[in-house]
């Protein structure tokens, strides 16, 4: 237990924070932090935030959503609290990315306790656990809410919101980042869930946009359809065309992914895809196919 007290509190002042955080409405005078302050941590950020109270749902968007984050080597930045959370930082973890926790708590004060464990192992893999508060400065109720400004802050791709009910804490994390000019996603969700009200509710008021595959955190790819990509004409696909146009129409794969579902040899799926490119039936980007 408190196998995180080996790692020394530190201080680091506004001049050395990342220029992102510096710009923010009442950007903290300085911060205390456990671990290495680095600035590759930094080049890359993606928060992810929701729900405490995490369905299977939210898990599975977690499970989706995290590799691409971590293969492009972006840090996932969160509150440590129950639920998305944490799922957020532990699974992060375990595909070998780096996290940073933004305490709503001074550092040794964390909340809630039976995070002792993800607190060292986000210290043992060159994480950060940070906070503006005093080091034995307990949990609040007005803690939790200032923290967030921190989280979007020091983001610097989008703003992930997972779940959220319409009284969400996530919501005022959504808020913060608007007027911070961070790119806000919301991961939609049933109409019936209760836990989907407010990410339902961000992206009908255009507080954010729609989050349906990973890759949207990193690139813009909304655009209005034309006649010509709503109707293209697929009777004249050959049988494995047809199967791949299924395969990837709800998800961008690679042609390794797209081999081990057809069970096709590697040759003949790299053919019908070149052919496919060739007809612009699909266009390529970072290894994965999409649908033109």
Known sequence: MNEWKKWPIREIFKKNFPKCLQEIRNCPEKIYYRGEWKDELFKKVTAIVGSRQITKYGRSVV??????????????????????????HQKCLELGGKTIAVLGSGLDEYYPKENDKLYTEIL????????????NLKPTT??????????????????????????????????LALEQKRRILAVP???????????????KTGGAKILTEPIDIFEDRIAMPTQENLFKDYSNLSDLEKIIIDLIETEAMTSDEICQITKKNISEISTTLSMMLMKDLLTEEDGKFYIS
């Open 63 to 88: 499970e989706k959503i995290m590799p691409e984050i971590v293969f492009r080597k972006s840090t996932v930045i969160s509150g440590f609290m129950y639920g998305v959370d944490v799922q957020a």
């Open 142 to 175: 007005w803690t939790f809410p200032q923290r967030n400004r921190i989280v979007s802050g020091l983001t610097n791709t989008s703003v992930v919101i997972i779940e959220a009910g319409i009284k969400s804490g996530s919501l005022i994390t959504a808020k």
């Open 189 to 203: 969700g049933m109409i019936s869930s209760k836990m989907s009200e407010g990410t339902n509710w961000l992206i």
């Open 124 to 135: 043992k893999n060159d994480g950060l656990v940070i906070s503006e508060y005093e080091p």
